[in-house]
T-cell receptor, first 114, second 114 residues
């Protein structure tokens, strides 16, 4: 298996622009997670899905952020409009089961908003 | 107050030293405990995973869980320069509306110098 795939790996955009991050989880994994990592705040959970259904989006910072999972093999995280404080590394991760088991992370998308 | 508190570090130790990394948590629903290692510009990777209170050993690494005190530790013996990375404790919620949610500590940056 290729692991969790994220695109793009790097994104530089200007404030106010829409940003879309993409993730393909490992096949057969029922859980998908979106995290954001910064030096100041560490690794924060934004939202997670079970069988394509959002379970907990309490970590989504504000209405500018939205996430979808239209099918078991694809998810998007959208920021509209983007702001400089959104600059961070965004990780997607997937896991096969609810409890136990390894959660696999993608390589991350490094987002810079100017 | 955060659900998971991790000793922030950073830690700098000489090669061969014993390293102790620690986390405390407040949510009794946390039942599965993990340590992840993250190298610079990479996603986190699972290092150790445990469920029960007590010790679990894997080579130079020992994970310790004390559920009564809500405290977990990771010990690294005979530390090597290749152990230099950020270490993150993580816990899975096994109850309530956040079933399956994996929450991370802030992370501790470890540097092992030759």
């Amino acid at each position: 298996d290729a692991g969790v795939i994220q695109s793009p790996r790097h994104e530089v955009t200007e404030m106010g622009q829409e940003v879309t991050l993409r993730c393909k989880p490992i096949s057969g994994h029922d859980y998908l997670f979106w995290y954001r990592q910064t030096m100041m705040r560490g690794l924060e959970l934004l939202i997670y899905f079970n069988n394509n259904v959002p379970i907990d989006d309490s970590g989504m910072p504000e209405d500018r952020f939205s996430a979808k999972m239209p099918n078991a093999s694809f998810s998007t995280l959208k920021i509209q409009p983007s702001e400089p404080r959104d600059s961070a590394v965004y990780f997607c991760a997937s896991r096969r089961t609810a409890l136990g088991g390894e959660q696999f992370f993608g390589p991350g998308t490094r987002l810079t908003v100017l | 107050q955060k659900e998971v508190e991790q000793d922030p570090g950073p830690l700098s130790v000489p090669e061969g030293a014993i390293v102790s990394l620690n986390c405390t948590y407040s949510n009794s629903a946390f039942q599965y405990f993990m340590w992840y290692r993250q190298y610079s510009r990479k996603g986190p990777e699972l290092l150790m995973y445990t469920y029960s209170s007590g010790n679990k050993e894997d080579g130079r690494f020992t994970a310790q869980v004390d559920k009564s005190s809500k405290y977990i530790s990771l010990f690294i013996r005979d530390s090597q320069p290749s152990d230099s990375a950020t270490y993150l404790c993580a816990m899975i919620n096994a109850g309530g509306t956040s079933y399956g949610k994996l929450t991370f500590g802030q992370g501790t940056i470890l540097t092992v110098h030759p």
